[in-house]
């Protein structure tokens, strides 16, 4: 059982910072959705629920994302879907369910950098930056990639992109964590691949470390992003082996470059793809 001894509300993101950095032992609460399944006590949790956190806000270069706001405000935000062509709404509608969405928080999903995550999966994938109360503006990669501050989240930045983009995921049946899931997107003339539920969390690779060239990638390019999707640490635990998910991770990231490429998967490619299918055959989504 998950248990808290106090419970903080403050007003403002700044106030919220100044109890976090005065215990050592308070934790920052955003949906909470996860959280709830721990079993222990926690002295101190800092709800942001007051802050006024949870707007998603427009300009003419970024959209201004509340670290509390649900998923599925935007999920069904159009403006951003269109600007983003639609990627977040395809990685979040197998997530459990409605009411779920309607409880999990943005700012929480990135926080957490869970591994299974389609949330941190898709928006890696795009321009995208977060903002702490203390530590101020990072990339979404640095977060990823540096850990996490002992700070408070306050906002998610997209930066708007002519983006080309595709969310493509595996899950053994809808709201299931995904056994693999991948986020392509074409923007500032390269290609930018995310890589998720390895089961560890996503990593980026740009067009130079996956040797896409070309806006519209030819067979020999695709064919290199491939196999350096492949070379990344892959794991195994009951979704999946490390094998089944390294085909399948290479698959889903050719598929997603060619759709948000606007091309059909050459030919040999999708040969190639059931016949390393067959190899692996059906025991390795069950090891």
Not at 32 to 56: E, F, K, T
Not at 67 to 81: G, R
Not at 145 to 166: F, I, K, M, N, T
Request: hydrophobic share 40%.
């Amino acid at each position: 059982m998950l248990k808290f001894t106090k419970i903080e509300r403050p007003s403002t993101p700044r106030e919220a910072y100044e109890l976090l950095r005065s215990s050592k032992t308070a934790r920052v609460i955003g949906g909470g959705l996860w959280m709830r399944l721990q079993h222990r006590a926690i002295p101190c949790v800092i709800d942001l629920s007051a802050c006024g956190l949870d707007q998603i806000e427009e300009s003419d270069d970024a959209f201004v994302i509340g670290a509390m706001t649900p998923l599925s405000a935007l999920e069904s935000h159009a403006d951003f879907a269109r600007a983003t062509n639609g990627v977040f709404t395809a990685a979040v509608r197998d997530i459990v369910g409605p009411q779920f969405r309607n409880l999990a928080t943005v700012g929480g999903s990135l926080y957490g950098r869970f591994g299974f995550s389609d949330v941190l999966c898709a928006l890696l994938a795009l321009e995208c930056e977060v903002k702490f109360t203390g530590a101020g503006r990072m990339s979404l990669a640095d977060l990823c990639e540096e850990g996490y501050p002992r700070d408070v989240l306050e906002r998610v930045v997209v930066h708007r992109r002519p983006y080309q983009a595709s969310y493509k995921c595996l899950r053994r049946q809808a709201t299931d964590f995904p056994v693999v899931n991948v986020a392509a997107a074409y923007w500032g003339d390269e290609w930018h691949v995310a890589v998720g539920a390895r089961p560890c969390r996503a990593r980026l690779l740009t067009g130079s470390q996956l040797g896409l060239e070309s806006k519209r990638p030819s067979r020999e390019e695709l064919a290199r992003a491939l196999e350096a999707v492949r070379t990344l640490p892959f794991g195994s635990n009951y979704l999946a082996s490390a094998a089944y998910r390294r085909h399948v991770a290479g698959v889903l990231a050719v598929r997603a470059v060619c759709e948000a490429a606007g091309m059909e998967v050459p030919a040999p490619l999708e040969g190639r793809f059931e016949d390393e299918a067959k190899a692996l055959g059906a025991e390795g989504a069950e090891e």
